[in-house]
């Protein structure tokens, strides 16, 4: 464990001399990789290292290192696997991130899927084996339209992105690519995946469910940018991203369950992402995908640590001393602050100035203000967070654990980018050409909907839930009724399998030779009952028979 991450530490200082150079002198390195050569033909693998690839890959290796030393202390059994099948989960993410070519980003989209099935059925329980088939069901859909998308692809003799610049956009194959897309990142009809995976162990959930996996299908939309401006898909888009945006930031503010509310907070953010590359603002969306992969893996393992000390995984249950857990708490607090955009933290300068292009866009005065109340929702469920954990007292007397100090090493790790990473970046990137024009008023909204929102909690801290089985609370507790959804599949999958058993525990073998053994009786008997018949009837049904047929 210690050798992979000095190793991890020496390949992310590489990392960070390269995406210097690249940012400094504005260049692109184009890898070509020959892996084999038969007679007349040669099998190459390329990777593109730019601005984009670069800084991913980048904030994927700082994130895996920290959960690398945070797993030291969480992960107990089974160490060395676990780390295997975390490398290559990062690998399969290092490759999709890198590839320039259809081929090996399915090699790297299909490596993602295993090794998130194996990372979620990680315990070996029963829900978590569940879990894992249907999170692996749902994205199968995904994996069959992007297969299906390269092959349509097959027609125009290239499979590069950087040569689909110049090819007419193909409704068929774009629709297909943007199925796939939305079914990685868990949008509406794929979205009760992601609550599923967090069967996953917590340091997993920080690694997979939100900064690496969820984003695949973000950096995907922004690597066809050209293919997407033009294919004219910006308006379905945009109505899955503001439904899911809307269910997420509903189901968030009636949910007690720790890892599940930072898992619909992870979906409204990268539905966020979806509704700025929608209105073509998609180098704020590869910012703000960035940014979020720092502080929202932070809360996860944050929350980690609380769920571990408080040994559930309910809020309400939950309690945290500043004595013993002040790393943890400090870490959690701020992370916290940033999702909500607090002016100067680093998604600050993301989020801000997407809702500020927002309201400048030619959209509907609808939707931008259904958009401006869901930013509000961020901040709500937020502060439900700090409030819960910060004010709980604990009632028990027992001896509280002290922090480890891998977990203080991994929170500080990702504690420092999360704060200064937002600032620092902006002068690097080009984010945005246009200047905004907003009034004050406008400029305005953002503090008041915080303040409004306080206000709000505030006052019905002290309401409880009289008729808690309403068809409404339902149907925000099961995000819409896509959990029932889940659970239809899980017992039709479940049946198959109970059937499945049966058949295979008693041997293949033995049933086949079974139904072999029943097959040449059934045959003897009917001959046997032939042989009985008198001849004169016998030749009576077949003239009967022969007629019948001429």
């Known amino acids: 464990m210690k050798n992979a991450i000095l190793m991890m530490y020496l390949v992310m200082f590489t990392l960070v001399l390269a995406t210097m150079m690249i940012f400094s002198k504005n260049k692109t390195i184009m890898i070509e990789w020959k892996m084999m050569s038969l007679s007349s033909s040669d099998m190459n693998m390329f990777f593109l290292l730019d601005e984009k690839s670069s800084v991913f890959t980048l904030v994927v290796m700082m994130v895996t290192t920290s959960i690398m030393i945070y797993s030291q202390f969480y992960i107990q059994k089974k160490k ?3 780390l295997k099948i975390l490398i290559m989960f990062m690998a399969s993410m290092v490759m999709l991130i890198l590839s320039p070519n259809m081929v090996t980003l399915i090699m790297g989209w299909e490596g993602l899927g295993m090794t998130s099935f194996s990372l979620i059925m990680f315990y070996q329980n029963k829900k978590s084996v569940m879990s894992s088939m249907y999170t692996m069901m749902m994205n199968r859909v995904g994996d069959i339209t992007l297969m299906v998308a390269m092959m349509i692809l097959m027609n125009y003799s290239s499979w590069m992105f950087l040569s689909m610049e110049y090819l007419s956009s193909s409704t068929s194959w774009v629709t297909l690519m943007t199925v796939s897309m939305f079914s990685k990142s868990a949008q509406v009809p794929f979205s009760s995946w992601l609550t599923e995976a967090m069967a996953a162990p917590t340091p997993v959930s920080a690694l997979v469910h939100s900064s690496t996996l969820v984003t695949a299908g973000i950096y995907l939309m922004i ?3 050209s293919v997407m401006m033009e294919s004219g898909m910006n308006t379905v888009v945009l109505t899955v991203a503001m439904i899911t945006l809307s269910m997420a930031s509903m189901n968030s503010l009636l949910e007690m369950d720790m890892k599940k509310l930072v898992a619909l907070s992870t979906l409204s953010q990268i539905s966020i992402m979806f509704i700025s590359i929608s209105t073509n ?3 704020l969306a590869f910012f703000h995908m960035i940014m979020h992969a720092t502080f929202k893996s932070l809360i996860f393992l944050c929350s980690s640590t609380y769920i571990s000390n408080s040994n559930t995984q309910d809020l309400r249950k939950m309690y945290s001393t500043s004595i013993n857990l002040l790393v943890t708490n400090v870490a959690f607090n701020v992370a916290s602050m940033v999702l909500c955009a607090l002016p100067f933290m680093s998604s600050f300068y993301s989020k801000e100035i997407i809702m500020e292009m927002i309201m400048i866009t030619p959209l509907n005065k609808i939707t931008t203000l259904t958009f401006i109340i869901l930013m509000m929702v961020t901040a709500s469920y937020s502060l439900k967070m700090m409030i819960i954990i ?6 028990l007397t027992m001896k509280m654990w002290k922090e480890t100090s891998n977990q203080k ?4 790790i990702l504690l420092i980018p999360s704060v200064i990473l937002g600032n620092s970046m902006s002068w690097f990137m080009e984010l945005n050409k246009n200047v905004i024009y907003l009034s004050i008023t406008e400029k305005l909204i953002p503090p008041m909907m915080i303040f409004i929102t306080t206000v709000t909690i505030h006052s019905i801290s002290e309401y409880k839930m009289t008729q808690p089985n309403k068809i409404a609370n339902q149907m925000l507790t099961y995000m819409w009724f896509m959990k029932n959804l889940n659970l239809m599949s899980k017992m039709m999958l479940m049946t198959q399998k109970i059937k499945m058993l049966k058949t295979t525990e008693k041997g293949m073998v033995i049933n086949q030779v ?8 059934k045959g003897t008997n009917l001959l046997f009952k032939t042989n009985q018949i008198h001849l004169k009837t016998a030749i009576l049904i077949m003239i009967i028979f022969m007629m019948i047929f001429i």
């Open 80 to 82: 060395v696997m676990f």
């Open 223 to 225: 690597r066809f940018k």
């Open 281 to 283: 603002l998609y180098s």
């Open 390 to 395: 910060n004010m709980n007292k604990m009632n």
């Open 409 to 412: 090493v991994s929170s500080i």
């Open 514 to 521: 079974n139904s072999l053994i029943n097959f040449i009786y």
